[in-house]
C-alpha cells in the first residue's frame, strides 16, 4: 500500500550487511493504526531505519499494528522518539488517524543483527500459484508456481501487508492472457510484477513519488518483465495513455474515491479494476461509488481489518 505522505529512498539492511553486522542497534518500536502504517513507515525510513518489521499488534484494544524499526545506536537514538511523536501527532491535521500512537524504545543485544532480521524472512505464497522470495532465499519454484523476488528491506510491496495479499489474490482472479493493465500507485512495483507474470501483455505502472522510481525499476529488471511493465513517474490516472483492460490500485481510500468516477474512460469495454488499501467502512463507500458509476462489483476479498474490491465496467 503506498501512501502520500512522506517518502524515502528506502535502503535494506542486505546492501550493508558486512558493515551491520558488527554494529550496535536500538529498537523502535511505534503501535499506529491500520491507515496510518505506509505514512509512518516512510518517515521511519527518513531518519534512517535499517529495517522495519510488520506485525498486527494483539496486545491493543483497537485494530492495530505494530512497527518494529532498527536504528544504529548513537547519541541521538533517543531524540527520535520526540521526533515520531511529533509526526503522529500531526496526522490528524491532514484527516489521518494514527492511534494509539505509541512509540518507545530497547536495546538490542544481538551483534549479527541483519543475520537475525534475515532470518524472519521466508517465502510465502499468495493465492493459488504466486510465491514471493526474498532476493537470499534458494526457492525454486515448480511448474505451475509463480515466483517473484523482492528485498524485504523496503518493509511494503514485498507480499507481507495484507493490502498487497489481498490486491495479488483479486489479480490472480481477475486478469486475463494478453490483458493492457495500468498500477497507479506502483510502489515497489509488485502488483505489475504479478501482473505480467500472471499473463499481462502490457503494464502501464505509474507513482506520484520519484523516489520509487529506482526501486520499482531494479524489481522489474530483476524479476525479468522489463519488456512488459512500462515504469512512469506522474500523478494517478493523468499519467496513462490510452485505454486498459485492467487498472489496479492498492493505496488509501482518499486517492481511491476521486479516481473511480475517472476510470471508466481509462477502461476498455467490460473493463475492471482492482482496489486495495481499504477499511470495512471504506469499503462500503468504494462499492456505492462504483455502482454509480457504472460499475458491479465481481469479488470482494478480506484480510485482517482490509478489504479489496473487484468490479467490472458495464
Request: hydrophobic share 40%; with cysteine; glycine share 8%.
Amino acid at each position: 500500500m503506498r501512501s502520500s505522505i512522506g517518502s524515502a529512498e528506502k535502503s535494506s539492511p542486505d546492501s550493508n550487511y558486512d558493515e551491520v553486522s558488527i554494529m550496535r542497534w536500538t529498537q523502535l518500536t511505534v503501535v499506529t493504526s491500520h491507515e496510518a502504517v505506509d505514512a509512518v513507515s516512510n518517515y521511519l525510513f527518513e531518519l534512517n531505519a535499517n529495517g522495519i518489521e510488520v506485525k498486527e499488534d494483539s496486545t491493543s484494544p483497537q485494530p492495530a499494528v505494530k512497527l518494529i524499526s532498527y536504528f544504529r545506536a548513537d547519541d541521538v537514538v533517543s531524540d527520535r522518539v520526540q521526533v515520531v511523536q511529533k509526526f503522529l501527532a500531526q496526522l490528524p491535521e491532514i484527516g489521518m488517524n494514527p492511534h494509539p500512537a505509541e512509540v518507545w524504545l530497547s536495546e538490542v543485544e544481538e551483534e549479527d543483527w541483519a543475520a537475525k532480521w534475515r532470518s524472519g524472512f521466508h517465502p510465502h505464497r499468495i493465492g493459488k500459484r504466486i510465491v514471493i522470495a526474498p532476493t537470499w532465499h534458494e526457492f525454486k519454484p515448480n511448474d505451475s508456481e509463480i515466483l517473484i523476488r523482492l528485498d524485504p528491506g523496503m518493509a511494503f510491496g514485498t507480499g507481507h501487508h495484507p493490502t498487497t495479499q489481498v490486491s495479488m489474490e483479486l489479480l490472480e482472479k481477475v486478469i486475463r492472457k494478453g490483458d493492457i493493465a495500468a498500477d497507479i500507485g506502483t510502489g515497489t512495483g509488485i502488483l505489475s510484477i504479478a501482473a505480467a507474470k500472471l499473463g499481462a501483455k502490457r503494464v502501464d505502472a505509474t507513482d506520484i513519488d520519484e523516489t520509487v522510481m529506482p526501486i520499482a525499476s531494479e524489481n522489474v529488471l530483476r524479476n525479468g518483465v522489463q519488456p512488459i511493465v512500462r515504469l512512469k513517474q506522474g500523478d494517478g490516472l493523468n499519467a496513462l495513455c490510452g485505454t486498459y483492460h485492467l487498472i489496479i490500485s492498492n493505496t488509501l481510500s482518499e486517492e481511491i474515491l476521486p479516481m473511480i468516477p475517472r476510470c471508466p474512460q481509462y477502461l476498455k469495454s467490460e473493463g475492471k479494476v482492482v482496489l486495495s488499501g481499504l477499511l470495512g467502512k471504506e469499503a462500503v463507500e468504494i462499492e456505492i461509488l462504483l455502482r454509480a458509476n457504472g460499475f458491479q462489483c465481481i469479488e470482494i476479498q478480506k484480510q485482517d481489518s482490509w478489504v479489496g474490491i473487484a468490479a467490472t465496467k458495464l
